[in-house]
């Protein structure tokens, strides 16, 4: 099993800055086969980053991603007030498939 | 609008059943590979089992095998998922969530599962 390990746990910054996600994984994820997802309270989870860096459709050009075998980044270039979430990584190359433990980006 | 529509939640007893449902409607639903993905209160995701297109294939985490069964009707558009011998730790909001790969590019809103005396 690929074990996902995000950091940081907690990221507090301001409305208009850099946020930098990372995701580590145990083990080379096949292809880049890595996911990032975007999640509010009391909503589901929303796709934004598939193959590691390719933007999901209507997500907006301030979310990249980056990376290749274990070590992948999810940034947000200038943070809005709505990007305020939970934040997870996927691997969807191997069985069974896994998710990081997430990075939870608040509002300093 | 592509929408995925869980039903079936509920309070159950540990060791009882339920069935969890999920209506596609807007999306090819029989191109899509489909998933279940829970989500234990104030927990990360869990990815719990997945379906091949045309059912031939099914695959579950080691905590539900045996237990849980993954299936579709794609005349239906639809994604089930019966869960026997329930127990507390598989309480959970439970996400019906496809994609033509194995990344869960489209979800449901979730259904909650409250295993409980």
């Known amino acids: 099993e690929i074990v996902l390990t995000q950091s940081p746990g907690t990221l507090s910054l301001s409305p208009g800055e850099r946020a930098t996600l990372s995701c580590r994984a145990s083990?080379?994820?096949?292809?880049?086969?890595l996911a990032w997802y975007q999640q509010k309270p009391g909503q589901a989870p929303r796709l934004l980053i598939d193959?590691?860096?390719n933007r999901a459709t209507g997500i907006p050009d301030r979310f990249s991603g980056s990376g290749s075998g274990t070590d992948f980044t999810l940034t947000i270039s200038r943070l809005e007030p709505e990007d305020f979430a939970m934040y997870f990584c996927?691997?969807?190359?191997?069985?069974?498939?896994?998710f990081g433990g997430g990075t939870k980006v608040e509002i300093k | 609008e592509v929408q995925l529509v869980e039903s079936g939640g509920g309070l159950v007893q540990p060791g009882g059943s339920l069935r969890l449902s999920c209506a596609a409607s807007?999306?090819?639903?029989?191109?899509?590979?489909m998933n279940w993905v829970r989500q234990a209160p104030g927990k990360g995701l869990e990815w719990v089992a997945i379906?091949?297109?045309?059912?031939?294939?099914?695959f579950y985490v080691d905590s539900v095998k045996g237990r849980f069964t993954i299936s579709r009707d794609n005349a239906k558009n639809s994604l089930y998922l019966q869960m026997n011998s329930l127990r507390g730790e598989d309480t959970a909001v439970y996400y019906c969530?496809?994609?033509?790969?194995?990344?869960?590019?489209?979800w449901g809103q979730g259904t909650r599962v409250t295993v409980s005396s």
């Open positions: 969530t496809g994609g033509s790969g194995w990344t869960t590019e489209t």
């Open positions: 807007g999306l090819a639903f029989s191109r899509y590979w």
């Open positions: 379906i091949k297109q045309d059912g031939s294939e099914e």
């Open positions: 083990q080379t994820v096949t292809k880049n086969y």
């Open positions: 193959d590691a860096s």
């Open positions: 996927q691997q969807c190359a191997h069985l069974p498939l896994t």
